[in-house]
């Protein structure tokens, strides 16, 4: 059974960093058969939204809200993907979800909460 677990969330203040791991477990098969791995986040009375992606050749895609900010990266020997957070805003205050495609499905972690402090 696939699992997908966040982790790295907590309290930060305003401009300080945090960085979020996202691991897979359960893969079977070649590691090539995780595609794409995705951070989304949504904050409470808002729909989520994705924040990050990543592809399994390394392309990225960056929400405008995070960019120059935010890093998304992966270790595919791992099966995770990780999200560095600089320069953290109140406005980024949310549950963090990692999304994980493999071929075709798509596995949710159970979120993480990130609070900015102003």
């Known amino acids: 059974q696939v699992r997908a677990v966040e982790s790295g969330g907590g309290l930060v203040q305003y401009g300080g960093s945090l960085r979020l791991s996202c691991a897979a477990s359960?893969?079977?098969?070649?590691?090539?058969?995780?595609?794409?791995m995705d951070w989304y986040r949504q904050a409470p009375g808002k729909q989520r939204e994705l924040v990050a992606a990543?592809?399994?050749?390394?392309?990225?895609y960056y929400a405008d809200s995070v960019k120059g900010r935010f890093t998304i990266s992966r270790d595919n020997a791992k099966n995770t993907v990780y999200l560095q957070m600089n320069s953290l805003k109140p406005e980024d205050t949310a549950v963090y979800y990692c999304?994980?495609?493999?071929?075709?499905?798509?596995?949710w972690g159970q979120g993480t909460q990130v609070t900015v402090s102003s």
């Open positions: 990543i592809t399994r050749g390394g392309s990225t």
């Open positions: 999304k994980v495609l493999i071929v075709t499905t798509p596995y």
């Open positions: 359960g893969v079977s098969g070649s590691i090539f058969s995780i595609n794409a």
